[in-house]
């Protein structure tokens, strides 16, 4: 697990095609999501406190497959190259290992890299789900990854909003 962390962390886009073929990896991809809520959790500790860590690992778990069912809806059904196949598990595997680098943002619990630690990590989580996506889909060829870039940009809204009432539910925590 931890190897194809790091490969996916380093934008490999054939530890991408690895989990995505690996039916097994999907409780990997669970518990690098866990992972990287949890730094995340930590991250932010001096903001939310100990219950930010629960807080944010089951708002990201929930919204992890919310993503994942809405890009392999709009991947499948409205954005498909023919030679797209994909099914919500594969999607799964490959959006949850493209956040490895989000176990990074627990340096953003040492004050003077808070501030560059949640966007730098975001922004390479984000170009890490591109990636994925591009491969679970099978985007191959010219326009590809723009087509990636399209799904994931359809697909944020509603992942956000997903996240934002995830959140709602489980309800607030100290600030």
């Known amino acids: 697990m931890l190897r194809r962390m790091l490969r996916a962390a380093l934008l490999d886009a054939s530890a991408y095609e690895d989990v995505e073929a690996d039916r097994g990896a999907t409780r990997q991809a669970v518990g690098v999501v866990v992972l990287a809520s949890a730094a995340a959790g930590v991250g932010s500790f001096e903001n939310n406190g100990w219950s930010g860590i629960p807080v944010i690992t089951l708002a990201s778990l929930a919204g992890w497959w919310l993503w994942a069912g809405i890009t392999c809806f709009v991947g499948t059904r409205v954005l498909p190259k023919p030679e797209t196949v994909a099914d919500v598990g594969e999607l799964l595997r490959t959006i949850g290992f493209a956040a490895s680098p989000g176990l990074l943002l627990v340096l953003a619990a040492i004050p003077p890299l808070a501030s560059v630690t949640f966007p730098v990590c975001g922004l390479w989580m984000l170009v890490a789900m591109v990636i994925g996506v591009r491969q679970a889909l099978d985007y191959e060829g010219p326009g590809g ?24 539910a489980i309800g607030p925590w100290p600030v």
Do not use: H, M
Request: aromatic residues 8%.
């Open 145 to 168: 990854t723009a087509r990636a870039v399209a799904v994931c940009a359809i697909g944020f809204p509603v992942y956000a909003a997903g996240v934002a009432v995830s959140l709602l």
